[in-house]
């Protein structure tokens, strides 16, 4: 089989590209760097989706700006479509998050989108939501300048990004599904309490500083919001402690400080 991977040079798409390879399918990474633009008009796209049988988009950009996301996600996921039903793409899967249908955060409004351009679209679909990569902690960190680490109060239950991109790779594999059950780590986790064993792992000082987002998005994310409504869907095997062991050296003492 051949596999296209939007986004493949990204955080899930570099394990998606691997999981392929070791299943034995053939993939086309989808990016700027191999000579497409997912965003602007799609170009180098026909080329790329030349005899590709499934299309797994997990492209993405950084912002919290509701229109450039929404913007974003609405082109990508229609020049993708388009080329799709041109080349004859018989599967087109989409990676997406659990709760941005009750969270009403400005990135999530284009993930939405994302998920509505797909449904509208010609080409047999499935989409998986998945909750939190346990590098988000870290990820969190990269937004706000030392010495401070500004965190928003929020429940998850953080997956890791190749375990996402197994059950990508299984869903690209099979017949379309439409929304596919819910991917959820192994336990739900603080983000508060992530980022500040993240900074003692790194044997970083940073005074960890957490905040509720206002109004009912706050609430959201701090109760059940971005949590699978219930255990029916897969869940991950390795939890956060276990992937903080594994892929951060750790350092000396951290004064990790803060409510």
Do not use: C
């Not at 919290?64 to 974003?72: L, Y």
């Not at 409004?109 to 990569?133: C, H, I, N, Y």
């Not at 706050?218 to 949590?227: K, R, V």
């Amino acid at each position: 089989m051949k596999v296209a991977v939007a986004g493949g040079t990204g955080l899930v798409g570099r394990y998606v590209v691997e999981e392929l390879g070791a299943a034995g399918h053939e993939s086309v990474v989808l990016s700027r760097s191999r000579g497409v633009d997912l965003v602007a008009g799609g170009a180098g796209l026909d080329a790329a989706l030349d005899g590709v049988d499934a299309v797994v988009d997990v492209s993405n950009v950084t912002t919290t700006s509701a229109r450039k996301s929404v913007a974003f996600f609405d082109a990508v996921g229609r020049n993708l479509l388009d080329a799709g039903e041109r080349a004859g793409v018989r599967h087109h899967v989409v990676l997406s998050i659990v709760g941005i249908d009750r969270v009403g955060l400005g990135y999530y409004r284009g993930k939405l989108r994302q998920e509505d351009v797909v449904r509208g679209g010609s080409v047999p679909w499935s989409v998986l939501r998945a909750t939190q990569f346990h590098e988000f902690a870290g990820q969190t960190l990269e937004r706000v300048p030392k010495p401070f680490a500004v965190v928003p109060r929020m429940r998850t239950r953080p997956v890791a990004a190749r375990e996402v991109a197994q059950h990508l790779v299984k869903l690209a594999s099979g017949p379309a599904q439409g929304m596919a059950p819910d991917l959820a780590g192994p336990r739900v986790e603080q983000l508060v309490e992530m980022v500040r064993q993240l900074l003692l792992a790194r044997g970083e000082r940073r005074v960890v500083v957490p905040v509720r987002m206002p109004g009912a998005v706050g609430a959201a994310m701090t109760e059940d919001g971005l949590l699978p409504v219930d255990d029916s869907g897969p869940r991950g095997v390795e939890t956060f402690d276990a992937w903080l062991a594994r892929s951060v050296v750790r350092g000396g003492p951290s004064s990790v400080r803060g409510g």
